[in-house]
């Protein structure tokens, strides 16, 4: 390391090295329980490597639970999994102070937030007061309660299901919730060959309990600030912030993307970077990341919504008027 922290040529060189090696292990013992979705194995693992927390959203039944539990698995940390219901009290989440006969004293007791891997599954059946109370514990990975602050474990990721809207029983993820999380992902249904592959190999054991974790929190911790590491230039910078802009100035988005927003963008830029091998951020990670990184962020025009445009559709028609930056960055 150099004398002001930064890592050396050499030590980033062996450090995109433990990247590749520590991915690779870890996407292929995905691979032995998620069948057919190794794009996004590959998200998943960039939210892990740039320190974001994720969103899975699509209909029951299509394996994203399975997927939380997958990377969770693979990882030796602790892991903690929530059952967001309507009558689950923010304080079953974040912990509670209680009132100890021996000691005469109120003493912490931790919430199921206290873990390297938090598995939120069906994160909106929960009421807007519960998940409110993730607010803090994302942003800023600590908890008050009773007013005394207790810091979270490191590294520290929430990754939460939730069922469409339309789903019976939900209630809509507040705006400053979906802010919180980095990406959003949906798996859609499998291939026909990867259904079949998974009634092959899922039909006569559960994959799931064979599988060992290829890494611990301590190396993952070091490579996500190893990953913090990858050179951005400034033109690259001023390309997020183009897009953000493009975003709060369009006909079609009654809600652009926050500041957050162009930093989740940034860091997950610099963590696809490091998964291809590179220690520099290219354009191309960028316009990869922006449907999962912000798409889930948008809130759209009435018109937008009546013409029946998506957010990912938009967001790819401002991503093809911004400028790119040319070769050479």
């Known amino acids: 390391m150099t004398e002001q922290g930064q890592l050396t040529g050499s030590e980033r060189a062996r450090t995109l090295e433990e990247v590749l090696e520590v991915t690779t292990s870890l996407a292929a013992a995905m691979r032995t329980v998620i069948e057919g979705k190794p794009e996004v194995i590959q998200t998943a693992l960039t939210a892990l490597l740039a320190e974001g927390h994720l969103l899975l959203e699509d209909v029951p039944g299509v394996g994203k639970t399975m997927l939380a539990k997958t990377l969770a ?174 975003t709060r100035d369009n006909s079609a988005i009654r809600l652009g993307v926050s500041p957050r927003a162009t930093l989740h963008l940034l860091r997950a830029a610099r963590a696809a970077a490091a998964l291809s091998g590179r220690d520099y951020v290219l354009p191309d990670d960028v316009q990869a990341l922006v449907v999962p990184v912000w798409a889930h962020r948008l809130i759209l025009t009435g018109e937008a919504l009546h013409s029946r445009r998506g957010p990912a559709e938009v967001l790819r028609s401002v991503t093809d008027r911004v400028r790119v930056p040319a070769p050479g960055f």
Request: aromatic residues 6%; proline residues 7%.
């Open 73 to 246: 698995r693979s990882v030796d940390c602790s892991v903690r999994r929530i059952q967001f219901t309507p009558d689950l009290l923010p304080s079953d989440v974040t912990g509670v102070s209680m009132f100890n006969q021996d000691l005469r004293s109120f003493e912490f007791r931790p919430g199921a937030i206290f873990a390297n891997v938090v598995v939120g599954d069906e994160i909106n059946r929960a009421s807007p007061k519960t998940q409110s109370a993730m607010l803090e514990c994302m942003e800023e990975g600590q908890v008050t309660v009773d007013g005394r602050t207790y810091t979270l474990p490191h590294p520290f990721i929430v990754m939460a299901t939730q069922n469409p809207l339309e789903m019976e029983g939900t209630y809509p993820l507040p705006e400053a919730q979906r802010d919180r999380f980095m990406a959003r992902l949906s798996l859609g249904y499998p291939s026909a060959r990867s259904e079949m592959d998974m009634l092959t190999h899922h039909g006569e054991r559960d994959p799931l309990h064979e599988l060992r974790p290829v890494t611990d929190a301590a190396t993952v911790s070091r490579l996500i600030a190893g990953v913090r590491s990858v050179h951005t230039s400034d033109s690259i910078r001023q390309y997020i912030v183009d897009l953000a802009s493009a």
